[in-house]
């Protein structure tokens, strides 16, 4: 099998990312390429593509607003991601758990860490902005959360969040979650099936 590189740009802010998360785990199954998860500030990547949430940037489009709710639903029927609930909550500002996944990396629990921060955020309504809802959620799912805060804090840590997103937006990147399969982009959860047949053609060469 010829070596394939796939990126998942992604924030915990994002509900559109997180169905995603939910839905990778199969698609990995199927292609044998494991996906690599990359923390990608989207407040910060907003700013520097000069982007704006679908919720304001359709304000005032309210029909395109409801197919946008629509089509999430759909996926989620689809997937059967029963355990999906809209944040009330959200717009929920996320720098710290997005340097906290960078901390997780770096202390070696990065997917527990994901998969406890993207429950309390869109399955159990966590309001995931607060320093000891935080905490509490890393501690129920078995991970030292005052050591995964002290760490997001270190200069080197920040950085990274910073870098991985400056370097997003450098390569075409305007929001998540958004998808490079060997260098070429696709944005959308609606681009997961178009990701997966990019993973068998460069599988196959």
């Not at 029963?82 to 629990?109: E, H, S, W, Y």
């Amino acid at each position: 099998m010829k070596p394939v590189k796939v990126e998942f740009l992604f924030d915990f802010g994002s509900p559109n990312a997180y169905l995603c998360h939910q839905v990778i785990p199969a698609i990995e199954a199927r292609t044998g390429v494991k996906f690599e998860y990359v923390p990608t500030l989207l407040g910060g990547l907003f700013k520097l593509a000069n982007n704006r949430s679908p919720g304001e940037a359709y304000a005032a489009i309210p029909n395109k607003l409801a197919y946008e709710r629509l089509e999430m639903r759909r996926f989620i029927d689809k997937n059967r991601l029963d355990r999906f609930r809209f944040n009330p909550f959200f717009p929920v500002n996320t720098l710290k758990i997005m340097r906290g996944a960078c901390a997780a990396q770096k202390l070696g629990c990065f997917e527990r860490y994901v998969d406890a921060v993207y429950a309390a955020m869109w399955e159990h309504e966590k309001n995931m902005a607060e320093d000891d809802v935080i905490v509490a959620t890393l501690a129920a799912a078995g991970l030292d959360g005052p050591a995964l805060m002290a760490t997001a804090q270190e200069p080197d840590v920040k950085q990274l969040l910073l870098a991985n997103t400056e370097s997003a937006h450098v390569r075409g990147a305007f929001g998540s979650p958004t998808f490079f399969v060997n260098g070429e982009m696709w944005f959308g959860k609606e681009r997961l099936g178009d990701v997966e047949e990019e993973i068998g053609r460069a599988i196959a060469g």
